[in-house]
C-alpha cells in the first residue's frame, strides 16, 4: 500500500526558510518520478516541483532559484527546502508519486495529506 507523508510545514516570515518532508512507503522513491504541488483553496493546483527517477529536478518558474527538490533513496524520503519565502508562497503543500509525466503539469496517481506553508510580510 502506497502512502505519502508530509511534514515540515510552518509558518515563517518572508524571506526565512523551510524543509519540507514526504516520507514514503510501498514503494521505492528511487523508482519514480516524485514531486512537490500546491494549492490553496478555490485557487487551482500549482506544480512546484519534480525529480525523475534520473534526479533530474524541474521547477515552476516561480520558485526557481529559491527552492531545491532531492530524495534520500535510504531513506525513501522526498525534500523541498524553500528558502527567501515570500508570502505568495503562502499555500498547502503536496508530495506525489506516480506521475502520469514527470513534468510540474501532470496529474498524478499517488498524493499525501498536505502540509501548510504560510508566509506572512
Known amino acids: 500500500q502506497v502512502r505519502l507523508a508530509e511534514s515540515g510545514g510552518g509558518s515563517v516570515q518572508a524571506g526565512g526558510s523551510l524543509r519540507l518532508s514526504c516520507a514514503a512507503s510501498?514503494?521505492?522513491?528511487?523508482?519514480?518520478?516524485m514531486g512537490w504541488f500546491r494549492q490553496a483553496p478555490g485557487k487551482e493546483r500549482e506544480g512546484v516541483a519534480v525529480i525523475d527517477s534520473l534526479n533530474r529536478p524541474a521547477y515552476a518558474d516561480s520558485v526557481k532559484g529559491r527552492f531545491t527538490v532531492s530524495r534520500d533513496n535510504a531513506k525513501n524520503t522526498l525534500y523541498l527546502q524553500m528558502n527567501s519565502l515570500k508570502p505568495e508562497d503562502t499555500d498547502m503543500y503536496y508530495c506525489?508519486?506516480?506521475?502520469?509525466?514527470?513534468?510540474?503539469?501532470?496529474?498524478?496517481?499517488?498524493w499525501g495529506q498536505g502540509t501548510q506553508v504560510t508566509v506572512s510580510s
Open positions: 510501498g514503494f521505492a522513491t528511487s523508482s519514480r518520478c
Open positions: 506525489a508519486s506516480a506521475l502520469i509525466y514527470c513534468t510540474i503539469t501532470s496529474s498524478a496517481r499517488y
